[in-house]
């Protein structure tokens, strides 16, 4: 299994981005897909996840209303549109494929990453 993200970039406070994320390999369709991101020297921090059908989303707090996920199982690909932007989010976002645990925070426990997408946000 094989992970890819891409969609980081530069942009200003107040801006949107839309991430993506393809999954190639065949991994199984009741895993679920999820994003996360780290700063330099930082635990890497869970944002969203959801269910390939999309059926099944959940977000942390920190992001909540303000970043979306979405998956096209035909394409093999998750998305996160994030909104209003703010220096703070300036991270390296990472998509992550897993497994889910009931009764756990995140449901998703990653098992495969992808390479990560820089994400600059400026004031």
């Known amino acids: 299994v094989q992970l890819q993200a891409s969609g980081g970039g530069l942009v200003q406070a107040g801006a949107s981005l839309k991430l993506s994320c393809v999954l190639s390999?065949?991994?199984?369709?009741?895993?679920?897909m999820g994003w996360y991101r780290q700063a330099q020297g930082k635990v890497r921090e869970f944002l969203a996840g959801?269910?390939?059908?999309?059926?099944?989303?959940y977000y942390a707090d920190s992001v909540k209303g303000r970043f979306t996920v979405s998956s096209d199982i035909g394409k093999s690909t998750i998305y996160l549109e994030m909104n209003n932007l703010k220096p703070e989010d300036t991270r390296v976002y990472y998509c992550?494929?897993?497994?889910?645990?009931?009764?756990?925070?995140?449901?998703?426990?990653?098992?495969?990453w992808g390479q990560g997408t820089l994400v600059t946000v400026s004031s």
């Open positions: 992550a494929s897993g497994p889910t645990y009931a009764g756990h925070w995140p449901p998703l426990s990653p098992r495969f």
């Open positions: 390999g065949g991994a199984s369709s009741f895993d679920h």
């Open positions: 959801t269910s390939w059908s999309g059926a099944n989303t």
